[in-house]
């Protein structure tokens, strides 16, 4: 069963920092795409950034509307995925969550484990 637990949200001003990690109890982490995406109230849920397993290459794709401003990276020897927000804005503001599937994709609905959310609140 595989397990994931995200962590670091909270409350920030505009302008400012974040980061997220998400922990990830399976022994074969480093063969999955690992992706964050996020869910804004009233709104579906969107695809932020994804990463692929390291044996493929371990290259990024960012949303359009975070692009530049976060960072995904990760790290096989702790099964963990982080990203890295900077630039925070008020509509960045959702519940993030992390997510393992076995292709790249910006369909949130094509992985296959997800965590159970962190809220992020960015005030203006």
């Known amino acids: 069963q595989v397990q994931l637990v995200e962590s670091g949200g909270g409350l920030v001003q505009a302008g400012g920092s974040l980061r997220l990690s998400c922990a990830v109890s399976?022994?074969?982490?480093?063969?999955?795409?690992m992706a964050w995406s996020r869910q804004a109230p009233d709104k579906e849920r969107e695809f932020v950034a994804g990463?692929?397993?390291?044996?493929?290459?371990?290259?990024?794709y960012y949303g359009g509307s975070v692009k530049g401003r976060f960072i995904i990276s990760r790290d096989d020897a702790k099964n963990t995925v982080s990203l890295h927000m900077n630039s925070l804005k008020p509509e960045d503001t959702a519940v993030y969550y992390c997510a393992a599937g076995t292709r790249m994709v910006i369909t949130p609905s094509a992985y296959f484990h997800w965590g159970q959310g962190t809220q992020v609140t960015v005030s203006s």
């Open positions: 990463i692929r397993a390291t044996w493929s290459g371990g290259s990024t």
């Open positions: 399976v022994r074969t982490f480093s063969t999955y795409v």
